[in-house]
């Protein structure tokens, strides 16, 4: 690990597991739809999402999606690279597709808080992996350019961010979850 300057991991699936029902979370964002009577473009929940803007109903699927996060990420489960990230003497951030709130909460919950210097999630910026602005912003904040940094994560959505931005990736564990 000497080779980089900054590590910033993923969230959810790589530091903790955030106690969060997605089928649940899909079915609240797909109720926004039915109120505002708009037709949902599908039942996934990451499609709904992208279309939220579109259709004028971005702030409450957020907000759907933000208070079932939250939720979970105060009773989120740490996983093992929770004790790498506290053990590693590189500056450390967060780049998540959870919103930045949840997030902080799951890093506060397991002690992590102090160990992240830059913390980047889905509503930080004005776009969300697998675009690398998120990644970037992230390298920026922590004073470090793409290339001195290790982005680590869990899903092919991570990997693909990070090829796109030019930084190095990790998978944890075995390879890609679905997300």
């Given at each position: 690990m000497t080779e980089y300057?900054?590590?910033?991991y993923d969230l959810d699936g790589t530091l903790v597991d955030l106690d969060v029902d997605w089928n649940a979370v899909a079915v609240d964002v797909s109720a926004v739809y039915e109120r505002a009577n708009v037709e949902p473009p599908g039942d996934g929940l990451w499609e709904m999402l992208e279309t939220a803007s579109d259709v004028g109903l971005a702030a409450e699927v957020e907000s759907a999606i933000a208070a079932h996060e939250h939720r979970g990420a105060r009773t989120s489960t740490r996983l093992t690279h929770a004790d790498e990230l506290l053990e590693r003497s590189l500056p450390a951030g967060v780049c998540s597709l959870n919103c930045e709130r949840a997030c902080r909460i799951a890093l506060e919950e397991h002690a992590l808080a102090p160990a992240v210097a830059a913390v980047v999630g889905r509503d930080t910026v004005g776009t969300w992996k697998p675009?690398?602005?998120?990644?970037?912003?992230?390298?920026?904040?922590?004073?470090?350019?793409?290339e001195g940094a290790l982005f680590i994560g869990d899903s092919a959505r991570d990997r693909q961010t990070a090829q796109r931005a030019g930084v190095d990736f990790e998978f944890v564990g075995d390879g890609p979850s679905g997300v």
């Open positions: 300057d900054a590590v910033v675009d690398p602005e998120p990644l970037l912003a992230t390298v920026r904040r922590l004073g470090v350019e793409p």
